[in-house]
């Protein structure tokens, strides 16, 4: 098929740079009409990697160089001193190439949350119409807020395939739910639907049994298109802009220098840690930084890699006195069982996220929002601060993990430049654990995993706890513990925040850079705060939004 090739040409329509989670959604968008020729860069490599593909792979490509980026953070303070563990899809899909699968929209209150902060257009109400344009239910069910536009059976346009587990959920799973209910917390059938509080099962991004992700639902029908062009293995060096105005990008791809022209816009969709690199990189950003780094600056936009967000998890690792996952994992013939299963059925432990059960719950029935998410992993390895997710190879005893994070954090780290070279790792700054209100949230959690381990029916399949352990108590202790075994959730957001202040965010309320014409970001990076769960679905909700809005601008 002809389709125009970057090397004859100078110039197209819209430049979008990054593959990921949005950029992939961006692109079918740009492209459905097929009069603007769409350009994107994708810095990784292809997706059509079996370990990309099927579930369980999620332990192989945690910390593979060959579709991750493996970022650092800086040594933190508050963990120890540590330097976290950043992965980062560095592949077609992007982190949605390389995460856990769970999807969840979070809750209400976030997105109103968004607009109160001035953002008009994102509340609730806004978003939830492209929620259900983006998701599709294989097994039907839904409810009367989840009438699925993208699983219409006549639409055209694509959608993630929403997978609902809970018929192949271990059954301890159920011993997990019940304890919760007996707490108070309320069982939920679909945390994605009409009551999105309370405990259940996760549904997950799979189809047919493998991975779904925007790659293959929305890019991979569109570059039959000719007015799409994908480049892999090109990394976008810098934007440029002439008389504050984003022009073009330069990239690197097989050794050669190549700048193209955007006639319309460059689009930003390189994800929460590189958008803000590149502004950086492009003069755009803290004057102070770039200046004592010899970066000339463009435009000074002092929010560019501040506000850095992200949830910070532990788990409560408990031997069971009944068989759990590690049973049928740990053994040869178990492991060969569940491949065989597998690759008879798509079913089976493979065709799962590791985390199966779940919640969003308030700790207390005051609050106005859920303030933790829980999980059930009905198996145990290592720690999560680890660079390794030994998933088919867990634990040789029964075993399994019950964890928390704060729904909304309120410590804020930031992302800088340490040089003008690109190829340089930008400093992360989580700064975790840096508010009380952060650290209250981690003794609520710690009390609710004691009280849900005391609370039958899971009390009674309880052998002990190992870690934390029973001799830890104090507030003190449990602290202290979490200092030493917390570990990022993976979910770093808002470091090219939107909001009406240009010298607060990024972005303004159409995702437009503030300051710089034809520039937007769209990917995680401007949500203005983190939602209450997992970031990949909102993350596809933003990049249908703002490639409505780009797409309404320019007509
Ligand atoms: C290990 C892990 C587990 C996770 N688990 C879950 C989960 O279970 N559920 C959930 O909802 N969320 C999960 N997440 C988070 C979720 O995947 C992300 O929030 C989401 O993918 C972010 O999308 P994005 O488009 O902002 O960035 P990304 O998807 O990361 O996309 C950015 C893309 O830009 C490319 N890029 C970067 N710089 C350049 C450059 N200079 N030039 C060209 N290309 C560039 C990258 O290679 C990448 O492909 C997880 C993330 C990780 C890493």
Known sequence: MLKFNTSHVEAVDYIIVGGGTAGCVVA???SASGRDRVLLLEAGGSDQRF????????????????????YEAEPEASLGGVRSYWPRGKVLGGSGSIN?????RGQPRDYDDWRELGNSGWGWSDVLPHFQAIESRGDGVGDGERTSGGAV?????????ITDVSAQAHPLVRAYIEACGALGYPFTPDF?????????????????????STATAWLRPALRRRNLQLLLDSQVLRIECAARRATGVRYTRGGQMVS???????????????SPQLLQLSGIGPASLLQGLGIPVIHELSAVGRNLQDHLGISYFYRSRVPTLNNRLYPWWGKAAAGLQYALTRRGPLSMSVNQGGGFIRSDPSLRAPDLQLYFNPASYTSSRTRTRRLMNPDPFPGFL???????????GHIAVRSADPQQQPAIFPNYLSTEQDLQDVYKGARLMRALAATEPLAALIDHEMQPGAAKTSEAELLQDFRERAGTVFHPVSTCMMGPAPDHAVVDA???????????????SIFPTVTSGNTNGPTVMVADKGASMLLADSE
């Open 28 to 30: 079918e968008r740009l």
């Open 51 to 70: 370990w990309v593909r099927v579930p369980i792979g999620y332990g192989r490509t945690f910390n593979d160089p060959a579709v991750n980026w493996m």
């Open 100 to 104: 856990a699968m769970v999807y969840a």
């Open 153 to 161: 059976a006549n639409s055209a346009r694509p959608a993630l395939r």
């Open 192 to 212: 994605n639907g009409a009551q999105p509080e309370g405990v259940g099962i996760y549904q997950i991004t799979t189809r047919n049994g493998l991975r779904d």
């Open 260 to 274: 193209v022209r955007a006639n319309k816009a460059v689009v930003l969709c390189a994800g929460s840690v590189n």
């Open 402 to 412: 019950l964890s928390f994070n704060s729904c909304r954090p309120t410590s804020r």
């Open 510 to 524: 159409r995702l437009r850079v503030h300051g710089i014409a034809g520039l937007r970001v769209i990917d995680a």
